[in-house]
């Protein structure tokens, strides 16, 4: 079975200060990875995503993510945060199963909490 | 906005009545997922339909069933209803079955069990 962990329910950090938001997975076979995030009373909307190729993967809003495969994680970069990334973000990974069909695990979540 | 669209956005009930919440998916997109998201669970996958067909089956309780139409809406039945199962439920479309491709989430409907 396929696991997401987020290593951080609640990281608070100062506008325009750099933050980095974990995430690892648990998987014996290949994934795809994607990290969402979750503005206030909104549905989730894809910030990037992760197939193959280049690790270091960029996103919308000055997102970045970098996968490390021999760390099995997925962390998620800015360098410089604004109010209006106050959000939740969810780590997922999607992997084959039998019979070929992608499963789709999402992370707990980390709520991200931006302070003027 | 993703092309998602859900209804009702809000929905206030006593336990055990029986509500039902639908989803329209964007248009083209053949797989709907539902999602149950409350504040000590997190995001759960619920169900997933491909073109009709139920494709997987997650943490659903067996009070609880969905259907997608040959129009491809789905609509998720919660019976019983019992105030745990206040939660913000979503659903999400992609075009074929999720894998690398992305999920379209709707803005979700809000139940509270009362």
């Known amino acids: 079975a396929q696991s997401v962990t987020q290593l951080d329910s609640q990281v608070p950090v100062f506008e325009e200060a750099p933050v980095e938001l974990r995430c690892n997975y648990s998987?014996?076979?290949?994934?795809?990875l994607f990290w969402y995030v979750q503005y206030p009373n909104q549905g989730l909307q894809l910030l990037l995503k992760?197939?193959?190729?280049?690790?270091l993967v960029k996103g919308i809003n000055g997102f970045e993510a970098e996968f490390n495969k021999s760390q099995t994680s997925f962390h998620l970069r800015k360098p410089s945060v604004h109010i209006s990334d106050t959000a939740e973000y969810f780590c997922?990974?999607?992997?084959?199963?039998?019979?070929?069909?992608?499963?789709?695990?999402f992370g707990i979540g980390t709520k991200l909490q931006v302070i003027p | 906005d993703s092309g998602v669209t859900q209804t009702p956005k809000h929905l206030i009930t006593a336990t055990g009545q029986r509500v039902t919440l639908r989803c329209s998916p964007r248009?083209?997109?053949?797989?709907v997922y539902w999602y149950q998201q409350s504040l000590d669970q997190g995001l759960q996958f619920l169900i997933h339909?491909?073109?009709?067909?139920?494709?997987a089956k997650g943490n659903i309780l067996e009070r609880f069933s969905a259907q997608q139409f040959p129009d491809l809406h789905s609509e998720l039945n919660l019976s019983s209803l019992e105030l745990g199962d206040s939660a913000l439920y979503f659903c999400?479309?992609?075009?074929?079955?999720?894998?690398?491709?992305?999920?379209?989430f709707g803005p979700g409907t809000r139940l509270t069990v009362l």
């Open positions: 999400a479309s992609s075009p074929r079955t999720s894998g690398y491709n992305e999920q379209f």
């Open positions: 998987s014996s076979v290949s994934v795809y």
């Open positions: 992760y197939l193959s190729g280049s690790t």
């Open positions: 997922a990974v999607s992997r084959a199963e039998a019979g070929g069909y992608q499963k789709v695990t």
């Open positions: 248009s083209g997109d053949l797989s």
């Open positions: 339909y491909y073109n009709g067909e139920e494709r």
